[in-house]
């Protein structure tokens, strides 16, 4: 593990995260958007479970009873292709800022610039939950609870860890500028 974090502190630099960023929000906008335009609902109280912080039974009862048997086809394709996609494109965006702002500091915080995978993991996880959840229900109109449970609390770890992520970024960040205020001051 410590190779792969010391791959990164040594790959990471500005230009890359944010040629990164760039990708990761362009595929966003340009790709992802598009294909989740299958199983739309206009005027739907919830556009995508993935989305929520978590979420109950009731709301992806809701969520598969309003859509077609080929919206929920598209839903099952979107979450296993297009939503994966994502996850390991911000995943490597966020890794890389982590590993940007910790450079100087990677030795005390080792692989900490990893913690984004943790959540590109979790993002799988879910998308693999809720597309058994949708095959489930198309197959004999069941959603079973226990299901739903583990799906949203994959959703609510990722969420967790995504803003531990940008918590880490932004100590990173406090910590780069209070080095060079530092440095000025000597």
Same mark, same amino acid.
Request: charged share 15%.
């Given at each position: 593990?410590?190779?792969?974090?010391?791959?990164?502190?040594?790959?990471?630099?500005?230009?890359?995260?944010?040629?990164?960023?760039?990708?990761?929000f362009?595929y966003?906008?340009?790709v992802?958007?598009?294909f989740?335009?299958c199983?739309?609902?206009?005027?739907?109280?919830v556009?995508s479970?993935?989305?929520?912080?978590?979420?109950?039974?009731?709301?992806?009862?809701?969520?598969?009873s309003?859509?077609?048997?080929? *919206? /929920? =086809?598209?839903y099952?394709? %979107?979450?296993? $292709?297009?939503?994966?996609?994502?996850?390991l494109l911000?995943?490597?965006?966020?890794?890389?800022?982590?590993?940007?702002?910790?450079?100087?500091?990677?030795?005390k915080?080792?692989?900490?610039?990893?913690?984004?995978?943790?959540?590109t993991l979790?993002d799988?996880?879910?998308?693999?939950q809720?597309?058994?959840?949708a095959?489930?229900?198309?197959?004999?109109?069941?959603?079973?609870?226990s299901?739903?449970?583990?799906?949203?609390?994959?959703?609510?770890?990722k969420?967790?860890?995504s *803003? /531990? =992520?940008?918590?880490?970024? %932004?100590?990173g $960040?406090?910590?780069?500028i209070?080095d060079?205020v530092k440095?000025?001051?000597?």
């Amino acid at each position: 593990m410590k190779k792969i974090a010391d791959f990164f502190y040594q790959k990471s630099t500005l230009i890359i995260s944010i040629i990164l960023t760039v990708v990761t929000f362009s595929y966003l906008f340009l790709v992802m958007i598009d294909f989740g335009k299958c199983f739309e609902v206009p005027d739907s109280s919830v556009k995508s479970l993935g989305t929520s912080f978590g979420f109950g039974n009731e709301t992806v009862v809701q969520f598969l009873s309003i859509r077609s048997e080929e *919206m /929920l =086809v598209c839903y099952q394709a %979107f979450n296993m $292709i297009w939503d994966n996609i994502f996850a390991l494109l911000y995943g490597f965006m966020y890794v890389s800022w982590v590993s940007v702002t910790l450079k100087p500091y990677q030795e005390k915080v080792k692989f900490l610039n990893l913690l984004p995978f943790i959540q590109t993991l979790f993002d799988w996880l879910e998308n693999f939950q809720l597309t058994r959840i949708a095959k489930s229900y198309l197959a004999d109109g069941q959603v079973l609870s226990s299901s739903v449970e583990l799906a949203s609390a994959f959703s609510m770890i990722k969420w967790v860890v995504s *803003m /531990l =992520v940008f918590i880490v970024i %932004f100590i990173g $960040i406090g910590l780069r500028i209070v080095d060079v205020v530092k440095r000025r001051k000597a």
